[in-house]
């Protein structure tokens, strides 16, 4: 199998046969024509169904993740509502990560929960607390790593033996280390899910999500069938700027991940900041098991203020290259305020964040930039 980069670029993506056009265009057709009843070009009938721009992506991320299909869908979240369906049914138990994305919480405790999944958070990176927290319905096992946005590191491998001794479906959300940093599935998990509007968007300008699935056929298909049935698509566009992004993702990580270093390690020697959580630093909990883990240590710091609340709340408005927006992932970097604003919908309960907590999407400026733009904004907040 050729590399990482090579199969980014060329898998799902061939030249377009007519023209010989070097970029596959963009499908932007509902329908497609018939020759006499039932007489489908290469399965085409209807975007729903199946459209040329989307099954390329599909592709490209099954490829990238070790999987055997993926599957595209309008966000994140309409992806994960998929995987639930596809998966569980009242009375199941769904057991997850105690820090996962407050809006994957939000869709299992508001959404999924009153019709009947039993929900329970656990701290996935404590093993012996995981093995504690399985019941006899568990039937999803659910791992965000690194989390958000706390940074914990969790132990893939070992979740997925405890998760498959218990019978549950293994998923791990890949959103923050994405493919070229993290392969999930070889590491045991059964499914990956991704937000694309982060890392594999890769520039802030599409809302997407992915569900790619390892070996089990069965769930696969059950996938594809809600896919179809069900509807939550990403578009023809939105799938061709994914694939596109897809190409440069691991130049990208690259230098997010050596920017995020250099970030951290620069509020790290900062008085005014209390802790920094970022697996690439020596000190951190997860520091060892991300480095088998993971092949470099991603995008994404966060810190406490020494000052506490008010701190944070005066430091975002004086960066300016960091601007202060939810989302992460981008070219650009943003700043943000969890406890108002990602995880506002965890507010009081178990998930909460603590108020003195930045977030950083660390972009692809230059380092020195983006320390000096820190450093500026502690100066005016003195
Ligand atoms: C953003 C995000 C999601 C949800 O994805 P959307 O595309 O916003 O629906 C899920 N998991 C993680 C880790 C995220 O950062």
């Known amino acids: 199998m050729s590399g990482f980069s090579t199969r980014a670029i060329h898998d799902g993506q061939p030249f377009e046969p007519r023209t010989g056009a070097v970029i596959p265009p963009i499908f932007m057709t509902s329908t497609f024509v018939q020759d006499g ?199 023809p566009m939105d799938a061709w700027l994914t694939s596109r992004s897809l190409k440069t993702l691991d130049v990208r990580m690259e230098r997010h991940s050596a920017n995020a270093q250099r970030v951290a390690e620069a509020l790290a020697g900062n008085p005014a900041v209390s802790q920094v959580f970022y697996p690439g630093l020596p000190d951190h909990p997860g520091h060892e098991l991300a480095g088998r883990q993971m092949s470099r240590f991603g995008g994404m710091v966060s810190m406490r203020l020494a000052g506490g609340p008010q701190a944070a709340l005066d430091l975002v408005r004086h960066t300016e290259l960091f601007a202060l927006a939810e989302s992460l992932g981008g070219v650009e970097s943003l700043i943000c305020y969890p406890a108002e604003m990602t995880h506002a919908s965890v507010k009081g309960t178990e998930l909460a964040v603590p108020e003195d907590l930045l977030r950083l999407s660390v972009g692809l400026e230059d380092a020195d930039d983006l320390i000096a733009d820190l450093e500026g904004a502690f100066a005016a907040i003195g």
């Open 37 to 235: 009843v039932g007489g489908l070009r290469e399965g085409y009938e209807y975007s729903r169904s199946g459209n040329p721009s989307r099954d390329g992506l599909q592709t490209q991320l099954a490829s990238l993740e070790g999987g055997r299909r993926a599957f595209t869908f309008g966000s994140g979240l309409a992806a994960e509502d998929a995987l639930v369906r596809a998966v569980l049914k009242p009375g199941d138990h769904l057991l997850m990560g105690n820090d996962v994305y407050g809006g994957s919480h939000r869709l299992m405790n508001r959404i999924w929960a009153p019709w009947g999944i039993e929900l329970s958070t656990v701290d996935v990176a404590d093993l012996d607390a995981v093995r504690a927290a399985i019941r006899p319905t568990t039937r999803m096992l659910w791992v965000e790593t690194p989390s958000n946005p706390l940074m914990t590191v969790s132990d893939i491998a070992a979740l997925a033996a405890i998760g498959h001794e218990a019978g549950a479906v293994v998923v791990a959300d890949n959103t923050f280390a994405t493919p070229a940093l993290q392969q999930p599935l070889s590491l045991g998990a059964d499914v990956v899910v991704h937000s694309t509007t982060k890392y594999i968007g890769g520039h802030s300008d599409v809302v997407g999500g992915a569900l790619v699935v390892g070996d089990d056929a069965e769930l696969a298909e059950g996938i594809a069938f809600l896919q179809f049935a069900v509807g939550a698509i990403n578009s």
